[in-house]
Nanobody, 121 residues
Framework: QVQLVESGGGLVQAGGSLRLSCAAS????????MGWYRQAPGKQRELVAG???????NYADSVKGRFTISRDNAKNTAFLQMNSLKPEDTAVYYC???????????????WGQGTQVTVSS
């Protein structure tokens, strides 16, 4: 019924940049808060950045000043611009969104399949 598809991951050298995209599709009535999470091998999944439907943002301390989250509500898409990448940013990056479907009376938390980001030193 609904899915999130991430794209834009890849291999980059330290100091480089990548831009991740997360596109939501399906019978979406309303797309609420969206967020980017990451999970490195052997570590727990952590919040990287979040953005509300109104555009308010929050960031993990480790990425403040380097990453920027944004969204295009008309296209049901969120973005994560990642600059000054470091080897410790290497992880699988996941998109999450609170989605209200047509005919539903609750928001469902939906995850994408993840996209690998690898930063070489």
């Amino acid at each position: 019924q609904v899915q999130l598809v991430e794209s834009g991951g890849g291999l980059v050298q330290a100091g480089g940049s990548l831009r991740l995209s997360c596109a939501a599709s399906g019978s979406i009535f309303r797309l609420n808060a969206m967020g980017w999470y990451r999970q490195a091998p052997g570590k727990q999944r952590e919040l990287v950045a979040g953005i509300t439907s109104g555009g308010s943002t929050n960031y993990a301390d480790s990425v403040k000043g380097r990453f920027t989250i944004s969204r295009d509500n008309a296209k049901n898409t969120a973005f994560l611009q990642m600059n000054s990448l470091k080897p410790e940013d290497t992880a699988v990056y996941y998109c999450n969104a609170g989605i209200r479907l047509y005919g539903s009376d609750y928001d469902r938390s939906t995850w994408g399949q993840g996209t690998q980001v690898t930063v070489s030193s």
